[in-house]
C-alpha cells in the first residue's frame, strides 16, 4: 500500500552510491512524490550497492527535520503533522484525534479522553480513511469508543499526514471522505560495522484532571538489524469545564501502550515485523450512557518494502484481536449492583499489496489489492435482580463478518511544463452477514424487543455490495510562486456493521447504540444501501521568499453524498410518568445530502535576526454548509466557523508560542437529533519550551483565561445528567497548566 508523501528524507546519502546504484537512486529520487513512508524510504536508500568507502560515512537512517525537506506533494490539500508540531502538543494532550483540528477543515465529535472522533469538511470518522501504520483498524464498540486513533499516542506517534480534499485511488478505500494516516518513528540503523543504543524518555503533567503520564523509546541496531521498543502510560481524573461550569463528570481515563518492532535490511528491501499490546482499564464518556471499563487489544503487522528495476512493491499483512467492556464508572452508578454490562470481541486480519511500476516516458502505473476481515460479537450478560436485564444475556450482534476485497488500478503522469496528472478507478467488493439474536427475556416489559428480534432473525441479513470508486487529480505550477489543483471523485462506503445489524427496538437497547454524542437510541436498518459521494474539491497555493518565506493556501470544495445513512425518528423516549424526554428513538436511513465550504491558510516571517531570533505570524480559517436535502434540515455536528491565529517565536534554545482560537455561534443545528446551540468564544494557550543539550523541558497554559464554553461538536452532558439531574451540553476544559519534559540518549 503507498503511503502519504512528504517524509522523504535528506538525498544526499543515495547520491554517494555506486557501483551503478547512482541511476537507481535517482529513478527511485524522481518518484518520490507517490514513494513509500519515512521508513519505508529511507531504509530503501541503503539497499542499493555501494563501495567500502562510502559505507564508513553512510548512516541508513540520517537524522533529519521532515518539515526542511522540499518533496512535491500529490496533492496540495494534504498536510504533513511533522514530529515537531506533534511534540508541542505531548504536554497538553493525550488524543491524537485532537491534534488533527490544527489542519484546516478538521475538526471533532467529543467523546473520551483520548478516544474524540476526527471529522474533515464536515464528514465524520466512520466516513474516513483511517490507517495507523498502514493497517486499517476494525470498530469495536457500539458507541465508538475505542476509535483507531484511540490505539496511538502523540507521545509515541513520529507523524501525522491529512488529506482534505480529493485523494488518489491508491490511498485507500470504502470511505467518502479525507484521509488520516499516522506513522510511528521510522527503524534506525548503525554505521556499518558499529552498534546503536539510541532512545527517548519523557514525562508530563497537566493541571485539569490531574493528568499525568510518559514514554520511553528505546533502540539497539547495528547496520542490518533493529530492534525498538515504545511504551506510554496515561492518566487523568474528571476534569473541570471552564469559568463556574464546574466539574466534567465521567471524563476520567486510563491507558498503556506498548510495542516491539523488528526491522531487517534484506538484499531487496526493508523487513518489518511489530506487535503489541493496549490496555484502558477505564475511559469515562460524558456524552455517552456507558463509559468504557476495560479495552484490551493485542497486534501484529508484517510489512516488506522493497525497490527493484522496474518499481516499488509494498506488502503488508496485519492481525488483531480486541477484547472491549462498558458498564457504569462512579459517576453513573457504578457497578454495585452490577451496573449493565456489555461485552464485545473482535477478531481482524488482513493484507495489502501495491506494485508500483515504472512505464518510463508514460509515467507510473499502481496496481493494488488489499483484503480485510472483520469479525464482531456484541452480547450484553444478564444482571441479578433486574428484571429488564435478564434472564438471559442479550445478544445485540450475533458473529457479524465483514469482509472486504479492495483492487485498484492507477496512473500518474508529469510533464515538463508543469502539469501532474493522476487518475485512478477501484473496485471494493464488501461482504456481511451476522447470526441470530435474542433479547434478556421473553416479558412483557421486554416486547418491543422480542419481536424485533423475531423479524430480525426471519429476514435475510447476508448482504454483499460492489463498490465502484475513482479519482482524478490535476496540479499545474503557475510559476515558481504558485501552484493550482483540481480534483473529482466518486467514492462508495457500505454501512459498518452498527448501521445495519442493531436491530432492538426497546428504549433501553437502542439508547446503547450510536456514537453521536446526543442521547438518542439509534436503531440498525438492514435495507440500507452504499453511500456514494461526488466530490468536487480545488487549492491555490501561492508562496514566496524561499523555506520560510510566507504562503497563502485557498481550498473551495463541494461534496454530494447520495444514500447519505442518517436518521429518522421513530419515537419519543418517555420517563416512568409516560412525559416525552428531551431524546428520541432514531433509525438510520440513507438519504440526500451536500456539504460545501473553504479552507483558508497561510503564515508570513515577522524578523529574523541575531538579537530577537526568528518570528512567524500563522492562520487558518474553515466555513462549511452541510444541508440534508431530503428534509431540508442541517446536517448533524457540522462545525461553525473557526479561526485560528499563531505566533511562534525562537531565540537560541528557548521557543514561544502563543495561539489564539475562535469559534463562532452554532446556530444551525438538525432538529431531529435535537442538537443544542452554542455561543460564540476565543481561547488562549502559551507555550515555552527550553532545551539544555539532551533535554527539553515545556510549560504551557492552554484556556489561559479560564473561558467558559461548550465545543459546537461535544454532545450532552449524560454524565452530569444521571448525577445532577440537569441537561447541558458538555463544558469545554477549563484552564489546565501544563509542564513536560524530555530526555534524549
Given amino acids: 500500500m503507498i503511503t502519504m508523501p512528504y517524509a522523504a528524507p535528506c538525498v544526499a546519502p543515495a547520491t554517494r552510491a555506486t557501483n551503478g ?12 512524490n507517490r514513494g513509500f513512508s519515512l521508513s519505508a524510504f529511507a531504509a530503501a536508500l541503503a539497499f542499493f550497492p555501494i563501495s567500502p568507502a562510502s559505507a564508513q560515512d553512510q548512516i541508513i537512517l540520517p537524522e533529519i527535520d521532515v518539515d526542511s525537506v522540499n518533496v512535491e506533494a500529490p496533492t496540495i490539500s494534504g498536510e504533513r503533522i511533522s514530529s515537531s508540531r506533534i511534540r508541542d502538543h505531548r504536554a497538553s494532550s493525550s488524543d491524537t484525534a485532537a491534534i488533527l483540528q490544527s489542519v484546516p477543515g478538521v475538526s471533532g465529535f467529543g467523546a473520551g479522553g483520548f478516544s474524540t472522533l476526527p471529522v474533515i469538511r464536515g464528514l465524520e470518522a466512520q466516513r474516513l480513511t483511517v490507517l495507523v501504520d498502514g493497517v486499517a483498524i476494525a470498530s469495536a464498540c457500539p458507541n465508538d469508543m475505542n476509535p483507531p486513533l484511540s490505539y496511538t499516542d502523540p507521545q509515541t506517534v513520529e507523524a501525522i499526514d491529512v488529506i482534505t480534499g480529493v485523494s488518489p485511488v491508491s490511498y485507500g478505500g470504502d470511505s467518502i471522505g479525507g484521509i488520516i494516516r499516522v506513522e510511528s518513528a521510522p527503524p534506525r540503523f548503525a554505521k ?17 484532571g490531574d493528568g499525568f503520564g510518559g514514554s520511553l523509546a528505546l533502540t539497539a541496531a547495528n547496520d542490518k538489524l533493529s530492534l525498538t521498543y515504545n511504551g506510554s502510560y496515561t492518566q487523568a481524573d474528571n476534569f473541570e469545564g471552564g469559568g463556574s461550569l464546574g466539574t466534567v463528570r465521567s471524563s476520567e481515563y486510563a491507558k498503556t501502550d506498548h510495542s516491539l518492532n523488528f526491522a531487517a535490511q534484506l538484499g531487496t528491501g526493508l523487513l518489518e515485523l511489530k506487535g503489541g499490546y493496549h490496555s484502558a482499564p477505564y475511559e469515562g464518556f460524558p456524552n455517552q450512557y456507558m463509559d468504557m471499563t476495560s479495552n484490551k487489544s493485542w497486534f501484529l503487522n508484517g510489512h516488506y518494502a522493497g525497490i527493484f528495476d522496474w518499481g516499488n512493491l509494498d506488502v503488508r499483512a496485519n492481525w ?44 507510473t502505473l ?3 489489492n488489499e483484503f480485510q476481515h472483520q469479525w464482531l460479537n456484541d452480547y450484553w450478560p444478564p444482571v441479578e435482580g433486574h428484571m429488564m436485564m435478564g434472564p438471559n444475556s442479550f445478544i445485540n450482534v450475533n458473529g457479524a463478518k465483514r469482509d472486504r476485497l479492495g483492487t485498484f488500478l ?20 464488501v461482504w456481511m452477514n451476522t447470526g441470530t439474536v435474542s433479547p434478556y427475556g421473553t416479558g412483557m416489559m421486554q416486547m418491543p424487543d422480542v419481536m424485533a428480534a423475531a423479524a430480525f432473525n426471519a429476514a435475510d441479513r447476508k448482504r454483499h455490495d460492489s463498490n465502484w470508486s475513482g479519482s482524478l487529480l490535476a496540479r499545474y505550477t503557475l510559476s515558481s510562486h504558485a501552484e493550482i489543483e483540481w480534483g473529482y471523485a466518486r467514492k462508495v462506503r457500505s454501512p459498518n456493521i452498527y448501521e445495519r445489524y442493531s436491530w432492538g427496538r426497546g428504549a433501553m437497547a437502542s439508547r446503547m447504540i450510536g456514537w453521536f454524542g446526543d442521547g438518542n437510541g439509534y436503531v440498525g436498518n438492514l435495507a440500507l444501501r452504499p453511500e456514494k459521494a461526488d466530490t468536487l474539491s480545488a487549492a491555490l497555493s501561492i508562496h514566496g521568499g524561499g523555506k520560510d518565506g510566507w504562503l497563502l493556501k485557498i481550498a473551495p470544495y463541494y461534496t454530494r453524498v447520495d444514500d447519505y445513512i442518517d436518521a429518522v425518528k421513530l419515537a419519543d423516549f418517555t420517563d416512568m410518568m409516560g412525559n416525552p424526554t428531551p431524546f428520541d428513538q432514531l433509525q438510520f436511513v440513507n438519504q440526500k445530502a451536500e456539504i460545501y465550504g473553504i479552507d483558508l491558510s497561510g503564515s508570513v516571517p515577522l524578523w529574523t535576526s541575531s538579537s530577537a531570533g526568528t518570528a512567524r505570524l500563522t492562520a487558518r480559517a474553515s466555513w462549511l454548509h452541510g444541508e440534508n436535502l431530503t428534509d431540508g434540515g442541517p446536517l448533524y455536528h457540522q462545525m461553525p466557523f473557526n479561526a485560528a491565529l499563531g505566533l511562534e517565536h525562537r531565540i537560541g534554545d528557548l521557543e514561544t508560542r502563543i495561539d489564539l482560537s475562535y469559534v463562532s455561534e452554532k446556530d444551525r443545528v438538525d432538529p431531529t437529533r435535537n442538537e443544542p446551540q452554542t455561543e460564540s468564544y476565543a481561547l488562549l494557550d502559551v507555550q515555552l519550551a527550553y532545551r539544555i543539550d539532551n533535554v527539553r523541558l515545556t510549560l504551557g497554559a492552554n484556556n489561559l483565561f479560564d473561558k467558559a464554553y461548550f465545543a459546537p461538536l461535544g454532545g450532552m452532558s449524560l454524565g452530569d445528567l444521571k448525577a445532577t439531574g440537569a441537561l447541558r451540553p458538555v463544558p469545554g476544559r477549563g484552564r489546565s497548566v501544563n509542564a513536560g519534559v524530555t530526555l534524549s540518549f
Fill in 320 to 363: 488483531r484481536d480486541t477484547d472491549h467492556v462498558m458498564n457504569f464508572l462512579d459517576d453513573k452508578g457504578g457497578t454495585a449492583t452490577g451496573g449493565m454490562p456489555m461485552n464485545t470481541e473482535v477478531h481482524s486480519a488482513g493484507y495489502a499489496v501495491q506494485a508500483d511500476i515504472l512505464l518510463g516516458g508514460a509515467g
Fill in 21 to 32: 546504484a547512482t541511476e537507481k537512486n535517482s529513478i527511485f529520487l524522481a518518484r518520490l
Fill in 410 to 429: 492507477e496512473w500518474e503522469k508529469s510533464w515538463d511544463r508543469g502539469l501532474t496528472l493522476i487518475a485512478g478507478i477501484r473496485n471494493d467488493q
Fill in 366 to 368: 499502481r496496481l493494488g
Fill in 192 to 208: 556499518q560495522g558499529e552498534t546503536l543504543l539510541t532512545g527517548e524518555v519523557s514525562a508530563f503533567y497537566r493541571s485539569n
